[in-house]
Nanobody, 123 residues
Framework: QVQFVESGGGLVQAGGSLRLSCAPSGRTFSTYPMGWFRQAPGMEREFVAAITTNGCSTFYANSVKGRFTISRDNTENTVYLQMNSLKPEDTAVYYC????????????????WGRGTQVTVSS
């Protein structure tokens, strides 16, 4: 069973930046496409971004396009989410996910998840 650990969350003012990281706790993830999702209180988990195994293709939710950047370093077994121009509505627990099978914007398509990291954006 592959497990992932997210880090980099925290409290930031609106307009600020954070960089989230996600790394596997054991087996390398280099064979997996990776993604980021987020879940605000009382809301469903929603797609944020995804990246292919080789990092050549990336995909974003419209709400974060132009502000967030997903990237990966397979030599470090890490995937990143650079978040700029943060807004209060970006406040959520952010999860990384791996190994999609199906529609990758849907949480149910992803096979492995991290435990999440809290991002709070104050106005």
């Amino acid at each position: 069973q592959v497990q992932f650990v997210e880090s980099g969350g925290g409290l930031v003012q609106a307009g600020g930046s954070l960089r989230l990281s996600c790394a596997p706790s054991g087996r390398t993830f280099s064979t997996y496409p990776m993604g980021w999702f987020r879940q605000a209180p009382g809301m469903e988990r929603e797609f944020v971004a995804a990246i292919t195994t080789n990092g050549c293709s990336t995909f974003y939710a419209n709400s974060v396009k132009g502000r967030f950047t997903i990237s990966r370093d397979n030599t470090e077994n890490t995937v990143y989410l650079q978040m700029n121009s943060l807004k209060p509505e970006d406040t959520a627990v952010y999860y990384c996910a791996a190994d999609p099978d199906g529609t990758f914007t849907q949480p149910r398509a992803w096979g492995f998840w991290g435990r999440g990291t809290q991002v709070t954006v104050s106005s």
